[in-house]
């Protein structure tokens, strides 16, 4: 007896208006409080919707925390933060199993990593054994303690900062550690208004003040949109030639690994949902290339500058033939 799988009904226009204009109303909220490029904090949010993870490589005091404590606010969620110390334990983040003498039994107290979305400040700063603690929840949404599998509110966010400049006193991020980040980005510097405006003491509003804009069943409904996102096939084999093209690339040690290669695809839907479109196309492909492969190239010369991944990947991308409508390359 055979069984055949029902194919997922397509996106409906109504669909994809809806929730390119939830997009629209959280990266206006989030703009309102956090001085950053529009481009990032759509980005932030695809990844957010799209179950994903955020590494941010920048300077101490370009506003990473505001951005995150905004990401929280629109959403409905509750916001924790952890500051990465070298002495700081496993059980710090994920929490501990603590005795009760009343009860005379074993209670759970969770730690800061039982929030919608998790700030893990200079995560480079912490011990290696301390990083690997966040492997488990930002793979599988859980956490292990004493045997007992503990799940984390959905939707779950970690976003992670560390300074690219500063050197000493840090543990370099393991390639295992940077592929569970769907994405490495940068907030920069803000424009010269903003930063006048900040300099003449004209505070932003709270972050933790937002009001709300989705909650979470309605995240979780983005989600479920994006899953429905025609991808043809000439646009999958076009990511696979440029994951080819990582591999063989002269100037890498190693290139993406199948789950960066799924990861892309999985953020394009998202970005395709974004922009109001049931269907990906290379653009979407190309405008995410290097927040979520940047950071999983191996260059010879050792870990990849955000500079340097960006211009191979751009190099790439110039190279590697688009698919055209009919499918074939152009």
């Known amino acids: 007896m055979s069984t055949t799988t029902a194919t997922p009904p397509a996106v409906t226009d109504e669909e994809a208006v809806t929730a390119a204009d939830a997009f629209d109303r959280m990266a206006a909220a989030i703009e309102s409080v956090a001085r950053c490029d529009p481009v990032t904090v759509r980005l932030l949010l695809t990844a957010f919707a799209g179950g994903g993870h955020v590494l941010l490589e920048d300077l101490p005091g370009m506003g990473k925390t505001t951005l995150a404590r905004a990401l929280a606010a629109v959403t409905g969620g509750t916001v924790r933060r952890v500051q990465c110390t070298p002495d700081l334990l496993p059980s710090d983040v994920t929490g501990v199993t603590i005795f009760n003498q009343d009860t005379r039994e074993f209670e759970f107290h969770p730690g800061p990593v039982f929030a919608n979305v998790v700030i893990v400040d200079e995560i480079n700063r912490t011990s290696p054994k301390t990083q690997s603690a966040l492997l488990e929840v930002m ?138 479109r049931g269907f990906v196309t290379p653009d979407d492909v190309k405008a995410l290339a290097v927040p979520v492969w940047g950071h999983r190239l191996v260059p010879l010369s050792g870990a990849a500058a955000a500079g340097e991944a960006a211009e191979l990947l751009d190099a790439l991308l110039a190279e590697v033939p688009v698919p055209g409508p009919d499918g074939r390359p152009r």
């Not at 370099?172 to 003491?201: C, K, N, T, V």
């Open 139 to 276: 793979q599988e949404e859980q956490v292990t303690v004493d045997g007992v599998a503990h799940r984390v509110p959905r939707p779950f966010l970690v976003v992670a900062t560390q300074n690219p400049v500063e050197m000493q006193g840090t543990f370099p991020l393991p390639e295992a550690q940077l592929d569970r980040f769907l994405m490495r980005l940068s907030l920069g510097y803000p424009g010269e208004e903003a930063e006048l405006s900040l300099m003449r003491g004209r505070s932003l509003p709270a972050a933790d003040r937002l009001a709300p804009v989705l909650d979470a069943a309605e995240m979780g409904r983005l989600g479920g949109i994006a899953e429905r996102v025609a991808f043809a096939d000439p646009v999958y084999e076009y990511v696979l030639r440029l994951a080819q093209r990582t591999r063989r690339h002269p100037r890498l040690r190693a290139g993406v690994s199948m789950r960066a290669s799924i990861a892309l695809c999985r953020a394009a839907r998202m970005h395709a949902v974004a922009d109001g």
